[in-house]
């Protein structure tokens, strides 16, 4: 039986050192990301290079590969998003160093002596996830055309003008 990943990692040793981490996760790991997803099916690839910046603050590249299943909100379909995203992070203290951290450089307020890197990951996938999910190709999607209506009609003599919901009115206030 394989050792369990260890969670929180000691950044600035491994920073000192100028270690790589390979990991990979399930989606169904990340709690937060659940409600987004329609099947939690699925893995995500995390590459993690550590490095010192100036002034001894420990710095890391995270990239982070997933192809998560979400809901389209155009047909309302199940549809995959590829996140393939890569941000260099600076890992501080306070508010305060994070003024002080160099250009291309994203601040993270935390404690680099025991950083939680499955909620890093977890903060990347969200942040790089589209806030109005949709399908690429448009012949994968079909939203309903404009002014098609959005129901079939019950039957032929039931027929109802669905664009125009108070046409009708001006006879009932005439009563």
Known sequence: M????????DA???????????????LADFPRLADVLVSPAGDVAVRVAFLTLAEGVVGCELEVQAAPLLRCQRCLEPCTIEV??????????SDAEAQQVPEGFEPVVTDA???ALHELVEDELLLSL?????????DACSPRAAGEPLHETRAEGEAQDLRRPFANLKDLLKH
């Open 2 to 9: 394989s050792k369990p990943l260890a969670d929180p990692v």
């Open 12 to 26: 600035k040793r491994l920073a000192a050192d100028g270690a790589v981490l390979e990991r990979r996760y399930t």
């Open 84 to 93: 393939d995203s890569s941000t260099r992070l600076a890992l501080v203290g």
């Open 130 to 138: 589209p806030i109005v999910p949709r399908h690429d190709d448009s």
């Open 113 to 115: 002596a025991r950083l």
